[in-house]
């Protein structure tokens, strides 16, 4: 089944079997690269897995293009500015960190989405396909005859501000602010902007985001799968002389660029399981405690990239939608706690209910393994003394988590952004006790 929005049109479900041809009779029957293809196309797989993965984790793709993207000039190494996964150099920290929005390119500065990539935090290592890294994005212009592909990993994009129209091989994203979107490893995009734009990213070394089990919750819930869109085919056959095209590759920790003579988007037909998708926030069918108690987070899940631990994920993707609080005799928002995974925080739009005021739009927060966190004094006392009614949460606003089981470190850009006086949010909690039941 397809799904119009706007100009684009997508394909419904996760995961599944998709085929998509611009031109009618583009893609072969009954067989993956016949000796001839159709239109004079060229035949390409696209394996986002081992050859010999099960069968149910195996993804893969197959393309039918005008020109095999083998056709290009030696890459050559670029400047990465504050891009980076450099994370054994970086200094550690157990603080608790908070930092205001990243800021926006100046009108004078023409930033693209790559040359605005900075990062945040991270841990693990590209090249032995473990790990994770967090970047932001400020950007204000698009990127003009220019594409990038991810050998690292997969690109989990968050739009704070602006709305990304991102090309790819496969068709084209619209993602807007409450959208998200993920660009596998290995795929080649290009993203336009119309305004100054912001977001995050969640970038992951080993395997790829799947939906959670929902375990007793039962067959449906959180994320539903016929809610993740998926690009039709959309092609455009441009090549010549006049055609200078870059593609930029992200290749074990660095950037690096090589130049052709056509598009890098002449793909007229796909098949496969292995292609980008977004999916709206809206859309999350949100679980909650009624009775009492603050249930844990992990309700909350709309994606994870699980480790070979059982239920310990790599990143689990974590929302923080609107919803009721109806609990009895309960501390409602957050509780304190002290986590053996890392929480790294942002927030998309309104105002998060744990720490009103200082944790803005843009903003980002990072709690450590094991650094304790959790609700600021003004949060504890109102909640602590109010009239316990049934209630909206989070009304007009959506807060998100990218929740590690690995150990993130931040890097120097993010280190030397730190609020200093974050620490101050507990300073002022009162002592209670008095040694009376």
Same mark, same amino acid.
């Given at each position: 089944m397809t799904e119009k929005q706007g100009a684009y049109d997508y394909f419904t479900g996760f995961g599944n079997e998709f085929a998509s041809e611009a031109l009618p009779g583009a893609l072969p029957k009954g067989q993956n690269n016949p000796q001839k293809c159709a239109y004079g196309l060229y035949c390409e797989q696209l394996s986002g897995t081992a050859f010999t993965a099960p069968r149910g984790k195996n993804q893969r793709s197959w393309l039918y293009r005008i020109r095999p993207p083998v056709q290009h000039l030696p890459f050559e190494k670029l400047e990465s500015g504050l891009l980076s996964s450099d994370f054994h150099a970086w200094a550690p920290n157990p603080n608790q960190m908070r930092w205001n929005p990243a800021e926006m390119p100046s009108d004078e500065d023409k930033v693209d989405f790559v040359a605005g990539l900075k990062t945040m935090a991270g841990a693990g290592d590209p090249c032995s396909r473990h790990g994770t890294a967090i970047h932001m994005y400020c950007c204000n212009t698009s990127m003009q005859d220019k594409c990038m592909y991810n050998s690292d990993g997969d690109f989990l994009i968050v739009p704070q501000e602006g709305t990304l129209i991102i090309t790819t091989e496969f068709g084209v994203l619209e993602v807007k602010q409450n959208e998200i979107a993920v660009?596998?490893?290995?795929?080649?995009?290009?993203?336009?902007?119309?305004?100054?734009?912001?977001?995050?990213?969640?970038?992951?070394?080993?395997?790829?985001?799947?939906?959670?089990?929902?375990?007793?919750?039962?067959?449906?819930?959180?994320?539903? @799968?016929? /809610?993740?869109?998926?690009?039709?085919?959309?092609?455009?056959?441009?090549?010549? #002389?006049?055609?200078? =095209?870059? %593609? *930029?590759?992200?290749?074990?920790?660095?950037?690096?660029?090589?130049?052709?003579?056509?598009? @890098?988007? /002449?793909?007229?037909?796909?098949?496969?399981?292995?292609?980008?998708?977004?999916? #709206?926030?809206?859309? =999350?069918? %949100? *679980?909650?405690?009624?009775?009492?108690?603050?249930?844990?987070?992990?309700i909350f899940t709309v994606l994870t990239c699980p480790t070979t631990e059982p239920g310990t994920a790599l990143v689990d993707f974590v929302i923080f939608p609107p919803r009721w609080g109806v609990c009895e005799n309960t501390f409602r928002p957050p509780y304190f706690h002290r986590n053996c995974m890392s929480e790294f925080m942002g927030l998309i739009k309104g105002s998060y209910e744990a720490k009103k005021g200082a944790f803005l739009p843009g903003g980002a927060s990072l709690h450590s393994q094991m650094t304790p966190h959790g609700p600021d004094d003004k949060c504890f006392e109102g909640a602590s003394n109010a009239v316990l009614e049934p209630e909206r949460v989070a009304e007009g606003t959506q807060a998100f988590m990218f929740e590690s089981s690995l150990s993130l470190k931040s890097s120097p850009w993010a280190q030397a952004r730190i609020q200093p006086e974050y620490y101050k949010a507990w300073q002022n909690l009162k002592k209670y006790f008095n040694g009376k039941p």
């Open positions: 660009i596998q490893r290995g795929i080649r995009f290009s993203v336009a902007v119309s305004q100054p734009s912001r977001g995050y990213i969640c970038e992951i070394f080993g395997g790829h985001f799947e939906l959670p089990s929902l375990g007793p919750i039962g067959a449906n819930g959180l994320a539903n @799968p016929r /809610d993740f869109l998926t690009p039709t085919a959309k092609f455009e056959d441009r090549d010549g #002389d006049d055609v200078n =095209f870059t %593609v *930029i590759s992200k290749f074990q920790g660095a950037l690096f660029a090589a130049q052709q003579k056509y598009s @890098p988007f /002449d793909v007229v037909a796909w098949h496969g399981n292995y292609a980008p998708y977004k999916y #709206d926030l809206a859309r =999350f069918m %949100v *679980i909650n405690a009624v009775k009492y108690d603050h249930a844990d987070p992990s």
